[in-house]
């Protein structure tokens, strides 16, 4: 929970109580993070809307039942794309280790063209933004738990459990340094 370990391709989660209903019992991923601020995407927020629903007439949305998911509150009708690939698509940014960042339409399509399973490829509506220095003043303010870059929580099968499997890792490691005598 300090400021200096934010980085991108970092995971955020609130804490249990979280007083921001817009943020409570997220899981973020952050796609972008440097002076300017930061851009995350919520990974536990499944919507009930598909890739072939939402995308319909994009090359190979059609054949897509996964669902699209709600990246965060700001701008919800801008669509982004996490992609985990070995080799740099063209056209994205990269955030972390295999992990690309898809912001136009046409890098997102190429990606559901060329077949990318569920597995590999997530497709969002919204995002979650913070202004330069804001997030640091939230995680100073004990708004948010820092997590690794892991790869297993951005495309997790049960995303809809993630917070709960998290905050309890999470509060099992904070009891732990917290009993009588133990150090940092």
């Known amino acids: 929970m300090r400021p200096e370990d934010l980085a991108q391709g970092k995971i955020i989660i609130t804490p249990r109580g979280s007083p921001d209903p817009h ?36 090359a190979g949305a059609e054949k897509r039942t996964d669902p699209v998911f709600v990246g965060g509150p700001v701008e919800l009708p801008v669509v982004f794309a996490l992609q985990r690939t070995k080799s740099a698509p063209t056209g994205v940014s990269h955030v972390t280790d295999d992990l690309y960042l898809m912001t136009s339409k046409q890098s997102i399509a190429t990606a559901l063209a060329d077949g990318h399973p569920a597995s590999d490829l997530r497709v969002f509506i919204g995002y979650s ?56």
């Open 23 to 58: 943020f409570s019992n997220s899981v973020i991923v952050l796609a972008h993070y440097d002076q300017t601020g930061a851009l995350g995407l919520m990974l536990h927020y499944k919507s009930d809307l598909t890739i072939q629903k939402a995308l319909k007439g994009i």
């Open 129 to 184: 933004g913070w202004g330069p220095g804001q997030l640091e003043r939230e995680v100073r303010r004990s708004g948010w738990y820092i997590f690794a870059y892991d790869e297993s929580i951005i495309f997790d099968d049960h995303p809809d459990t993630l917070w709960n499997r998290l905050i309890a890792k999470t509060e099992r490691r904070l009891a732990i340094f917290q009993r009588p005598g133990s150090t940092f």
